[in-house]
């Protein structure tokens, strides 16, 4: 069986997708478990940033373990129970105040690329291969997964990517914007994430925080952005100490200590 596993370590949370007899695939137990760790991340004020990868040296995760979809997974009903999984996931991706990473080597499948997709930041290695082959296990893709690439790539890119099950790699995933570095290897993506992970957690977590919920209100579609509590949140790092820390950092020519107050 396959789990998912979080540490954190010096302000930064790795949270590992390890089932790698099944290139990372995400299982039912798995799925159940993805909420309450990434509650975890945002409720812990010690976690400044999230990294999500892939255990062994063939995949980062490629979507959901197929091999449970006969006996969970087989009709409409229990199919939208399933799919309930991932939604509650997809919330907490969505909610996170904090950044995150994805740290790509090998497979991002399905739900695996979207899990990455989610994230702030792409960093990967030529290994990486990226793509949505649905179409290709007879499965639908729906409106609420592909608003996540379309967010991304844009609509014609979207199409060309969910139409054919294509994956990318390497430039392509450049290209597309999938992601915004591939790395030589996977050391040198590695070392890259550490670097960028200890960059954010550097910042001000409020300020991190607030303009996480702008990005989100603005690629709203349920609702008009919801620009009071973008307001409300904004005006919460004006009043914070991190504030008064920055201006007396600046004054003072040092690297400020936020506290996320």
Avoid at 160 to 178: F, I, K, P, Q
Wanted: aromatic letters at 4%.
């Amino acid at each position: 069986m396959g789990e998912v596993r979080l540490n954190v370590a010096e302000g930064v949370a790795r949270l590992v997708f390890d089932n790698p007899a099944k290139l990372n695939a995400i299982d039912a137990a798995m799925w159940r478990a993805l909420p309450s760790l990434l509650a975890r991340v945002a409720g812990d004020q010690a976690i400044r940033v999230l990294v999500l990868a892939g255990a062994g040296e063939r995949a980062f995760c490629t979507g959901n373990d197929i091999s449970e979809f006969d006996s969970i997974r087989a009709d409409p009903v229990q199919a939208d129970a399933y799919n309930d999984l991932q939604r509650a996931v997809a919330r907490a991706m969505v909610a996170l105040p904090k950044p995150a990473i994805a740290a790509l080597h090998g497979h991002a499948l399905g739900a695996g690329m979207e899990l990455a997709l989610q994230c702030d930041f792409r960093l990967a290695t030529p290994a990486a291969r990226m793509g949505v082959p649905a179409v290709k296990l007879g499965l639908p893709y729906r409106m609420e997964d592909i608003v996540k690439i379309a967010d991304v790539v844009g609509l014609a890119r979207a199409r060309e990517m969910v139409l054919t099950g294509r994956s990318y790699a390497g430039e392509d995933l450049l290209a597309l914007g999938l992601v915004q570095q591939v790395l030589p290897d996977r050391a040198a993506m590695e070392a890259e994430v550490a670097r960028l992970a200890a960059e954010l957690a550097a910042n001000a977590p409020l300020s991190l925080a607030a303009a996480k919920l702008s990005f989100r209100e603005l690629a709203r579609r349920d609702a008009p952005p919801d620009l009071a509590a973008c307001r409300a949140a904004d005006d919460a790092c004006y009043a914070s100490a991190d504030y008064a820390e920055g201006r007396l950092a600046r004054r003072e020519k040092r690297a400020p200590r936020f506290t996320g107050k």
